[in-house]
Structures are given as C-alpha cells and as structure tokens.
C-alpha cells in the first residue's frame, strides 16, 4: 500500500495557467508538508499542516495556495504558473509535528511550465 | 537559506567499498538527519542524531556528528549497486519547526 500518493506524478502546462497538485497519506498521520526541489536538487519547505490547521508558512508567493480538506489530505493549489514554478514538487508527512518525527515523502510531482 | 552542506556534490565508488558523505550545517541545531532519494523518487528517512550524540549506526550506516566544527558524515559500509543514490542531510535550526535540507551528495555504486 502507498503511503504518500501525489497525482499527478508529471504536469506539463503553459505559463498563466491556474493547477492543482494531489496529496494523500493513509499513515494516520497528523502532519503534512509541501516541498519544492529545484533543478539543482535544492529541497525547500513551502508549507506545513498539523491536522488541518496550518502552522509552516514559508516566504512563497500568494499565487501557491495549499488546501487541507481533512488531516489525511493536503492539496496545493497554483495560480497564474511562472517558469520559475517548474520543480518537483514533494508531499510529506509525520506523525506529529515535531522536528524529530520521521517525515515520509510522495514519490514528487514533475511540474514544468512553459 | 541553506542549512546544509554536502561534499562530495558527486561520489562514485566500486561495489563493496565504502562510501563516506559530509554535510556542514551554520547554525546550532538539536538534532540532524539524513535521508536517501533514489531517481525520480521521494527522499526516504535513514537515520537521526541528536545533538547530544556523538556517533550512530544503523545496519551498514554509520552517522557522526561533530557540533563543534557543524558537520555530520554518513558512511556507508560494502556499498551495493541498490545503495545508488542522492543523500541528503537535514538539520533545524534550533528552535526552528522545520528541516532544513542541502543540496545532497550525488552516490554512484559502480558493479
């Protein structure tokens, strides 16, 4: 059984468009996170969730908008996509949101923009 | 800003040698990890150490910590063609409810 799914796995659109990204994790966990990693491998935090609420909140534009409709699920949201959005886009999870908790990544979403 | 450090960028050894990773942190932390992305997929967690902790092992894994010169290694013992992959080390900043990766070593196991 998958325990962190993201779909899609590949996003491919033009620059301007509005797109969503899928997270869902049947660990029980109470802890959510998006990651970005750029083309030189660089894994940044975006966001964090703890049972729906959000409590990570890094400098990223107000153009990612993420979603939590349940603790299980932590979508995110892109609005007028730039160039510069084209990543891999990671979903994670812990038990808790405590530093030392074990985070289990999605497998990423390849997101390039045109 | 990155917290994180690895050296080599890129490593690339013969089966059944040992591999060693270095990672180099800024600021004080309480606790490192490293984690293993094989391509194309999500990192996976290989083992934490406190800042109180010296030396860890886990399997073929040994982790040090040095705080007083901010620096980790990983070393990977009769390395294996499945060990092939990116490591990456994690550290927060104390205090900090977040990790805070590098850009990771790139490990090639040559058969």
């Known amino acids: 059984d998958t325990a962190v799914s993201q779909t899609p796995k590949y996003l491919v659109t033009q620059m301007g468009n509005d797109k969503s990204i899928k997270c869902e994790q049947n660990l029980g966990h109470d802890t959510m996170y998006w990651y970005k990693q750029d083309s030189k491998k660089f894994l940044k935090i975006m966001f964090s969730y703890n049972n729906k609420e959000l409590i990570i909140n890094e400098t990223v534009p107000n153009r990612f908008s993420p979603k939590s409709p349940d603790k299980a699920h932590l979508n995110l949201h892109i609005n007028s996509l730039e160039l510069g959005d084209s990543a891999v886009y990671f979903c994670?999870?812990?038990?808790?949101?405590?530093?030392?908790?074990?985070?289990?990544f999605g497998p990423g979403t390849r997101l390039t923009v045109l | 800003s990155q917290q994180g450090e690895e050296d080599p960028q890129a490593l690339s050894i013969q089966e059944g040698e040992n591999a060693t990773m270095n990672c180099s942190y800024k600021t004080s932390i309480n606790n490192l990890q490293w984690y293993r992305q094989n391509s194309g997929r999500g990192l996976v967690h290989l083992i934490l150490i406190r800042s109180n902790e010296r030396e860890k092992h886990s399997g073929r894994l040994r982790v040090t910590l040095d705080t007083s010169k901010k620096s980790s290694s990983l070393l990977i013992t009769a390395s294996r063609a499945a060990d092939t992959a990116s490591y990456f080390c994690?550290?927060?900043?104390?205090?900090?409810?977040?990790?805070?990766f590098g850009q990771g070593t790139r490990l090639t196991i040559n058969p």
């Open positions: 994690a550290t927060d900043n104390q205090g900090a409810q977040k990790l805070v």
């Open positions: 994670a999870s812990s038990q808790v949101p405590r530093i030392t908790d074990t985070q289990y």
